[in-house]
C-alpha cells in the first residue's frame, strides 16, 4: 500500500538556522507529493508540492524536490523564523486520496 | 470568504450522545472528504465523496455517518459517541480532474467526549 515516513519531532530551532525534514515515501505508480502546514489551532494549509520526478515545489523560502531514486521529498528552508513554528505534514497522493506522514513539530526560538 | 468552513469548532459532549458535524466548501470543488487527526497530530481520512457519491470509506465504525445533500455540502452524523472519538474532525474539498489537485482544508471541530 502507499505509505509516507517522515522524521520524528519535535524539532526545536533558532531563529535563522537551517531546517530538514525528512520524508520518504512508497508507493505504486507516480504519485503526487505535498507539504502541508498546520499552523496552531489552525487546519493544514499547502505549502508546496510535486507531480512528477526532479520536480521541485517552493514556497514561503521552503523547498522540496520529488527524489524517485530515492521515494523521498525532503523539506527544507535555509533561515527559519519564530513564525514558522508550526506542524509540517509529508503527504503523498494516489487512488482518490491523500496518505500523511506521521507529522513533526516544528519550534523556532528567537 | 471563507472556501472551507466547518461548524461547530468546539463540541463538547457526553458519552453515548449523538451529534452532527457541518461542512461546507464555497469553492466549486467536486470531492468533499472527512479526516481524524488525533492527540498526536496523526491523520486518517474516514470517507470521500465525489459529486455526492460515496467513493471512500475507510476502517470507520458505522456509528459515523457521512451525508452529502449536495457537491458543497458533506455533513458528519455520529452516533452513540465514545471516548476514543475525542479528536479534531477535519474537511477538506479539491478539484478532480486528469492530474492530482491539493486539498484545501477547514479549520477543524474539537470534539471532546466526557
Known amino acids: 500500500g502507499n505509505s509516507v515516513t517522515q522524521m520524528e519531532g519535535p524539532v526545536t530551532l533558532s531563529e535563522e538556522a537551517f531546517l530538514t525534514i525528512n520524508c520518504t515515501y512508497t508507493a505504486t505508480g507516480y504519485p503526487s507529493l505535498f507539504w502541508y502546514v498546520q499552523y496552531p489551532g489552525e487546519g493544514l494549509q499547502l505549502l508546496l508540492k510535486?507531480?512528477?520526478?526532479?520536480d521541485k515545489g517552493s514556497n514561503k523560502g521552503f523547498e522540496a524536490t520529488y527524489r524517485k531514486e530515492t521515494t523521498s521529498f525532503h523539506l527544507e528552508k535555509g533561515s527559519v523564523q519564530v513564525s514558522d513554528s508550526a506542524v509540517y505534514f509529508c503527504a503523498l497522493s494516489a487512488d482518490y486520496k491523500l496518505s500523511f506522514g506521521a507529522g513533526t513539530t516544528v519550534t523556532v526560538r528567537a | 470568504d471563507t472556501a472551507v468552513s466547518q461548524t461547530p469548532k468546539y463540541l463538547v459532549t457526553q458519552m453515548g450522545n449523538d451529534k452532527s458535524i457541518k461542512c461546507e466548501q464555497n469553492?466549486?470543488?467536486?470531492?468533499m472528504y472527512w479526516y481524524k487527526q488525533d492527540s498526536k497530530k496523526f491523520l486518517k481520512i474516514m470517507f470521500s465523496y465525489n459529486n455526492k457519491e460515496l467513493i471512500i470509506n475507510e476502517t470507520v465504525p458505522n456509528r459515523f455517518s457521512p451525508k452529502s445533500p449536495d457537491k458543497a455540502h458533506l455533513n458528519l452524523h455520529i452516533n452513540s459517541l465514545e471516548l476514543g472519538d475525542s479528536a479534531v474532525y477535519f474537511c477538506?474539498?479539491?478539484?478532480?480532474?486528469?492530474?492530482?489537485?491539493?486539498?484545501?482544508f477547514g479549520d477543524g471541530t474539537r470534539l471532546s467526549i466526557l
Open positions: 510535486a507531480t512528477k520526478a526532479d
Open positions: 477538506a474539498s479539491s478539484p478532480t480532474g486528469p492530474q492530482v489537485q491539493p486539498q484545501h
Open positions: 469553492l466549486g470543488h467536486d470531492t
